[in-house]
């Protein structure tokens, strides 16, 4: 474990290293002192709920050089130097005062399943216990106007503080009517509205909320959106794949928490640290893509000695994830790893565009970045450190998973 966070920190040292010729030391310097100040202002203020984040590590057998390790990998991943470890540490342990309020709309609730099975160094428990989830229509025993009532007293009592999370597409066809919300019969869309008006920021979570989804594959018979053709006058962030990774919902609130800002984002108002790394780059079959070995058919030899799923329709080529580095269901593993191609789940219009199987050659596809080969030269290095990070959390989320397998036989 500690042999594989330490090729983390040497991979991602020669990364930051190159990220500093562009930013310099200074903007580092600058950004660590204005994380240490918000540190300092939300230690100050009274936590949304009572749970301790020591006493949780500590009744589930993690100790604190554990959590370290987690918190080092974890600073890797949202691409911040070492010397953030600490404050992300810090982050964690006061993500007890980042009240979160999240909406289910047009969707399937696997976002919800997702962060309910999340991994990690109690990850769920994070989330769910030690951020004060204030409401979610899904997981909440109230209902009807009492439900209500929550949701206000909530909006209120945490006014300009929340998150705003939500989950699913927003219908606009016959004005709003395919789907409406509580005992008052609120439409989705004016609950999106009301809802975020007082958020501090708004984060859509899973492919339907970000861009639309399934709901809005063609003929779209409900007029479904996405959260971002919505809300216009509030910071957005947009994490999809269908479902999202709990990893990259905690990466983002951690990232809120330490900065009192939304991360860096693409032109699809995605966290860079999530999605600026494309499937392909670092596939595990990347190797049978450069040596020319490829799945022909189901079933034949190539599909048996796990070779490239290009030719079979994967659309790795032109999405950008970071499930392989990640990957889902404790780390254990993810579509192509299982001998099913990318569906590119994590991008627009996915589902009329990316959800088919036949040969790539057939499809009449272009990748965003202009070809396979030249987004893999400008990443170079890159990848290779992306494949580290996930190496060393994997590495901790197994190293947790273990202690809590045998502190449950011992208990026996």
Request: one cysteine or more; charged letters at 20%.
């Amino acid at each position: 474990m500690s042999d594989k966070v330490e090729a983390v920190k040497k991979l991602f040292t020669s990364k930051s290293s190159r990220v500093e010729t562009n930013k310099g030391d200074t903007y580092y310097q600058e950004l660590f002192a204005k994380c240490e100040a918000r540190l300092n202002e939300m230690r100050s203020n009274t936590p949304a709920n009572k749970l301790d984040f020591t006493e949780l590590l500590e009744e589930n057998g993690i100790d604190r050089r554990e959590f370290m390790k987690w918190a080092s990998a974890t600073t890797a991943m949202l691409m911040l130097p070492p010397m953030f470890t600490p404050l992300v540490a810090d982050a964690a342990v006061m993500m007890n005062r980042a009240p979160v309020i999240w909406l289910e709309l047009q969707d399937c609730a696997g976002n919800s399943e997702a962060l309910l099975r999340a991994d990690g160094p109690k990850i769920d428990e994070i989330v769910l216990d030690i951020i004060s989830l204030e409401f979610h229509e899904t997981l909440q025993a109230a209902s009807g106007f009492q439900a209500e009532k929550q949701l206000e007293e909530a909006m209120e009592h945490f006014k300009g503080k929340y998150l705003l999370f939500v989950e699913g597409s927003i219908p606009m066809g016959m004005d709003g009517q395919y789907g409406t919300i509580g005992a008052a019969g609120e439409t989705f869309h004016d609950h999106l509205v009301r809802c975020a008006e007082n958020a501090a920021a708004v984060v859509a979570v899973g492919a339907c909320a970000t861009f639309g989804g399934i709901p809005a594959a063609a003929p779209n018979p409900t007029g479904a959106v996405g959260v971002m053709d919505v809300v216009k006058n509030k910071p957005l962030i947009n994490i999809p794949a269908c479902p999202a990774n709990p990893a990259n919902m905690v990466g983002v609130i951690l990232h809120y928490v330490l900065t009192g800002q939304v991360p860096e984002l693409d032109s699809l108002l995605r966290p860079k640290f999530a999605f600026g790394y494309r499937i392909h780059d670092n596939c595990e079959r990347r190797a049978h893509f450069d040596a020319g070995e490829y799945v022909e058919e189901w079933g034949d030899v190539g599909a048996q000695n796990n070779f490239c799923l290009y030719k079979m329709g994967c659309k790795g080529p032109m999405t950008f994830n970071n499930c392989s580095i990640v990957r889902y269901n404790e780390a254990v593993n993810w579509p192509i790893g299982v001998g099913r191609g990318c569906i590119g789940c994590s991008e627009p219009d996915f589902w009329d565009k990316y959800a088919y199987e036949r040969p790539m050659a057939d499809a009449k596809i272009k990748a965003p970045t202009g070809g396979v080969e030249k987004t893999v030269d400008e990443f170079g290095l890159g990848m290779l450190t992306a494949a580290g990070i996930g190496i060393a959390i994997h590495a901790a989320a197994s190293t947790v998973a273990g202690k809590r397998e045998n502190s449950g036989e011992n208990h026996e």
